[in-house]
């Protein structure tokens, strides 16, 4: 079997026979290209820079295969390791990243027809460059006070707008004799300041958070929590 390495910058392709071709019109191509999903909706980027967990589809974009029999690899590292940590084998793949630092996505393709062979491996990575998606390390903060008085201003209780990369979450509310008001897994969630659906009253209430971030950062995070009904936006500001 002969093979054939293409590269994106060759400027003829050859045939099993030593034919020239005077273009790529009639042998398969591929065009790896990563979309992933951000708060905006989607976003194509070969070289993408968000928060965990990122999820990001993959695709192969193959043209012109007519009668070849395809194979495909696609291989994920992180960028410090020189072999995977995840290989797929199918066309179009999906994965959600949920660990800190840069990854490396690459498509090894394989065409076959009868004897010939075209391949896409370490050459055209070599000359391309691979996919990348970059993951931040994480953080997590949260307020001290909130004020549920129903003015649309800081009414629930959450972790500051600044976290990121956070991967597991919990959260729960206590009252002063220790009993358990509200619980929630998701730092976009909050306490709206109720139990069993009823107001409770102005004080000091007491919040316990346990947390690991993509970059394996765990957080135990253990503080006061001053709930101000009387609160207005014309009075003083609430401190975080």
């Known amino acids: 079997m002969k093979k054939i390495l293409l590269l994106l910058t060759a400027a003829l392709a050859v045939t099993a026979s030593g034919r020239a071709q005077s273009s790529y019109d009639e042998i398969p191509t591929i ?12 976003e194509e980027s070969e070289d993408y820079s ?10 192969a974009n193959p043209e012109n295969v007519g009668e070849y029999t395809a194979s495909y690899e ?19 793949t999906e994965y959600t990243f ?15 027809n009868g004897n010939d062979t075209i391949a896409y491996t370490q050459d055209y990575w070599a000359e391309r460059g691979p996919l990348r998606a970059s993951v931040s390390e994480s953080r997590l903060e949260m307020p001290n006070a909130f004020s549920p008085n129903g003015d649309g201003i800081n009414d629930v209780y959450k972790a500051k707008s600044n976290y990121q990369s ?17 619980e929630w897994s ?23 958070v346990k947390a690991k971030g993509a970059d394996g950062k765990e957080y135990s995070i253990k503080r006061d929590v001053n709930l101000l009904r009387g609160y207005t936006e014309s009075t003083t500001t609430v401190t975080e």
């Open 31 to 42: 065009n790896p290209t990563a979309t992933y999903t951000t708060e905006d909706g989607e």
């Open 50 to 59: 968000g928060n965990a967990p990122l999820a990001g589809r993959f695709e």
């Open 74 to 92: 696609w291989r994920f590292s992180m960028d410090t390791d020189t072999e995977p940590y995840l290989i797929r084998y199918e066309q179009d």
């Open 98 to 112: 949920t660990k800190a630092g840069t990854h490396n996505i690459v498509l090894y393709a394989l065409f076959v």
């Open 166 to 182: 956070i991967v597991e979450f919990h959260a729960y509310i206590f009252n002063r004799w220790g009993q358990k008001l509200y």
């Open 186 to 208: 998701d730092p976009a969630g909050g306490w709206d300041g109720k139990y069993k659906g009823k107001d409770v009253a102005q004080g000091v209430y007491f919040v316990l």
